[in-house]
């Protein structure tokens, strides 16, 4: 049934009628030509058989000579038009036919390497269940809001990015990242529109919609890619839209030499520059279909083409290497102070804080099991910490900013502990009680799973990897050491990292910056190539980039470079190997006689076939 299905779709495309009569006329030709009182017939079949494979050829070219754009088939119809006028229609015939036939098998081709970009849409979810009076109705997606409480059921895809506020669920985001195994997703969790809900009803708070979610961007974004020219693509152009006058000019060389017309036709056939006109976007479109399979947004061929040149990459640290989620990793009470007492007293303060500190703080305590009651006049000192009021008493959480101020009574011991812990590579806060120390809090970042691996692997490809980042030295030092990484530059300001990239870059490096938050958008529109972590990435770092990871998946990042070398590799080989060197062979064959105008026209769609089926080989692995 499959089978049958496929034949028929075939069919409905009116290119494989063209291809079907035009190959049905050229051998009732050869069979009337058998007999020479039937060769007017034959002539007759061979024109229309012509005129069916070959008017979409020269029409096309006509066009493109009336709006001064030439394309790659005006040689070739030279070849009909001048096997016409010889009167050599079946030659004709056969050259359209062949042209036709290779045009359709290319364009299979090409809608195979498309797939994966054309499958996005279809990805999105036209409806969703949103929470209304107490219950969910079914509303088309347009219709859903930032916050709105989202209901997907077993089996359902999901149509928001979002949080998910309650149940527990197995979900497939194969589509959206490359991810083949299903993950197990909690409450508290972070899902994608267009990723498969596997097993149980899920309760999702709407945090992005649209064209703002992570499905959105990778749609919008592809397509943008899509229409770029990068400017070796327009020197490709170029160079086919020259190749036309130099292949006119020998080929009257060739006829004058010889005297014969055929060769001539022959050598109008084989030179026609769809091979390189075909070498660089067949190449970029597979490559672009395989990097949204992975879950990697590129805003166009030139930053692919940029990154295989990279040899230099620099790294932020909180949210990309590390999670940019601290840890409470100490609670330490001082002056006879309770460690839990100590903990709630922080954790009261922090309570509505957005910072990922204060969010640390109150997750530390309700794994204690602590009740946090809510403080009263809140008041966040910049760079230092916050104030607040409770049980008529003032709570202060924060740095060491606030003892030069000389409002609190901070102990020897207390200074002592803070610059251990600070030695290490941790951030430390105290916790006050009016004027009183009653603790210091510790905390640090994590690591992410795959970031030596992913590190390691970039090595191999990269010469150099620097960390840059506003932290400490001490904490810049721990990350740099536990990653491997030899170079680091700490307590940098956003206009300190860009001006490390200009630094380096004075010394002939070709720089990509990675970052995540809204403080590295300068860094990433700066580096010749910019790359985001899409799921923690505020608007404007994405913004700013030119790449982005849809998950926070270091992992990607050597699939990003190995995939932008090996498109560089295929562009090359279509380019030297196809579009030149073949053929120049085959014009020269022409030239000598050796090749015929069907035989020229073989010859010349095995080459532009050739071109697509290397740049298909960019479809293939993980």
């Not at 029409?59 to 001048?82: M, Q, R, S, Y």
């Not at 060769?263 to 597979?286: D, H, Q």
């Not at 620097?466 to 400490?472: A, E, K, P, S």
Request: proline content about 3%; overall charge neutral; charged content about 20%.
């Amino acid at each position: 049934m499959i089978v049958v299905r496929h034949k028929l779709s075939l069919l409905s495309i009116p290119k494989s009628y063209e291809m079907a009569i035009g190959l049905g006329l050229i051998f009732l030709s050869l069979l009337f030509y058998r007999f020479p009182s039937l060769e007017l017939v034959g002539d007759i079949l061979a024109i229309i058989a012509a005129v069916i494979c070959g008017k979409s050829i020269v029409l096309d070219t006509l066009k493109g000579v009336i709006k001064g754009k030439l394309n790659a088939d005006e040689l070739i119809t030279l070849a009909i038009v001048g096997s016409f006028f010889l009167g050599e229609y079946l030659i004709a015939a056969e050259i359209a036919f062949i042209t036709t036939m290779g045009a359709f098998l290319e364009d299979k081709v090409v809608d195979r390497s498309r797939k994966a970009i054309g499958e996005l849409s279809s990805l999105i979810p036209h409806e969703a269940r949103i929470r209304h009076e107490g219950d969910f109705a079914l509303v088309p997606i347009s219709q859903v809001k930032i916050n709105d409480l989202v209901l997907v059921k077993l089996g359902e895809e999901i149509p928001v990015d979002g949080i998910i506020i309650s149940g527990m669920s197995s979900v497939s985001e194969a589509s959206l990242t490359g991810e083949s195994k299903p993950l197990i997703k909690n409450s508290g969790d972070f899902v994608y529109a267009g990723a498969l809900n596997m097993e149980g009803a899920l309760e999702i708070k709407t945090l992005k919609i649209g064209k703002q979610s992570a499905l959105g961007r990778m749609v919008t974004l592809t397509e943008e890619a899509l229409k770029e020219k990068t400017p070796v693509m327009r020197l490709a152009d170029r160079y086919a839209s020259w190749l036309t006058p130099i292949v006119l000019f020998f080929t009257l060389v060739v006829f004058l030499l010889t005297g014969d017309i055929y060769r001539a036709i022959a050598v109008l056939v084989v030179a026609c520059p769809r091979s390189l006109v075909l070498a660089i976007p067949t190449a970029l479109t597979a490559a672009l279909g395989k990097a949204v399979k992975q879950g990697i947004l590129i805003r166009g061929g030139v930053f692919l083409n940029k990154a295989a040149e990279v040899d230099t990459i620099l790294f932020d640290k909180s949210g990309t290497l590390t999670l940019g989620k601290p840890q409470v990793v100490k609670v330490i009470p001082l002056n006879g102070f309770n460690r839990e007492n100590l903990l709630l007293l922080a954790a009261i303060a922090e309570k509505f804080s957005e910072h990922p500190i204060g969010q640390a703080i109150v997750r530390e305590a309700k794994k204690q099991f602590l009740v946090i009651p809510d403080p009263q006049d809140i008041r966040v000192v910049p760079g230092k910490g916050l104030v607040v009021n409770y049980n008529g008493s003032n709570i202060t959480v924060g740095n060491t900013g606030f003892l030069r101020d000389g409002e609190f009574k901070f102990s020897q011991e207390a200074r002592e502990i803070s610059t251990k812990e600070e030695e290490i590579g941790r951030t430390t806060f105290f916790v006050a009680e009016d004027q009183d120390i009653r603790g210091i809090i510790s905390l640090e970042d994590v690591i992410r799973d795959e970031t030596l691996v992913s590190l390691a692997s970039l090595k191999k490809i990269v010469s150099r990897v620097i960390l840059l980042t506003g932290d400490n030295y001490e904490s810049a030092y721990k990350v740099a050491t536990e990653t491997g990484i030899g170079e680091f530059r700490a307590k940098l300001l956003p206009e300190d990292k860009v001006n490390t990239l200009l630094e380096l870059r004075s010394e002939g490096l070709t720089i990509a910056a990675v970052g995540d938050g809204i403080n590295d958008a300068p860094l990433l529109a700066s580096a010749d190539v910019g790359i985001a972590m899409g799921g923690s990435g505020s608007h404007l770092t994405l913004e700013a980039a030119s790449v982005v990871l849809l998950k926070d998946d270091l992992a990607k990042l050597p699939v990003f470079f190995k995939l932008a070398r090996d498109t560089k590799a295929i562009i090359r080989q279509n380019l030297f190997f196809f579009a030149i060197a073949y053929n120049l062979i085959a014009f020269l064959l022409a030239s000598l006689g050796y090749l015929n105008p069907l035989g020229g026209a073989i010859v010349h769609n095995i080459a532009s076939f050739a071109v697509i089926l290397n740049s298909r080989r960019l479809l293939r692995g993980k």
